[in-house]
């Protein structure tokens, strides 16, 4: 598996977690994306960083509650959630750019999906 989503789990509206993505070091060149999907429907980006650091704009479902970091010592993208609210709860997924070195929005875009990691926010 080259990448794979960690941290999941049930927690109460307001409450907060952190995901994290562990990654093959054949992949730390590419942008790395945080996805989510609730059964039914498309996946949604939610988050994004390039390997050099830099952050796309958040979905706007998720600004200002979600932060996306990435510690390339341990080839690991982190997906801090704050302020969880029940809309919230999904499947979440990590992803690599399958080229390029910027991030993009559609799920096309990228390949190497890890096994989600499930969220499910109580109210």
């Known amino acids: 598996v080259q990448l794979q989503a960690f941290g999941g789990g049930l927690v109460q509206s307001g409450g907060s977690l952190r995901l994290s993505c562990e990654f093959q070091?054949?992949?730390?060149?590419?942008?790395i994306a945080w996805f989510r999907q609730v059964s039914g429907k498309e996946r949604e980006r939610v988050a994004c960083?390039?390997?050099?650091?830099?952050?796309?704009p958040y979905g706007p479902s998720v600004k200002g509650r979600f932060t996306i970091s990435r510690d390339s010592t341990k080839n690991t993208v982190y997906l801090q959630m704050n302020d969880l609210k029940p809309e919230d709860t999904a499947v979440y997924y990590c992803?690599?750019?399958?080229?390029?070195?910027?991030?993009?929005?559609?799920?096309?875009?990228?390949?190497?999906w890890g096994r989600g990691t499930q969220v499910t926010v109580s109210s």
């Open positions: 070091d054949s992949l730390r060149s590419y942008p």
């Open positions: 960083i390039t390997n050099a650091g830099q952050i796309a």
């Open positions: 992803a690599r750019r399958r080229s390029g070195y910027l991030c993009a929005y559609e799920p096309s875009a990228h390949t190497s």
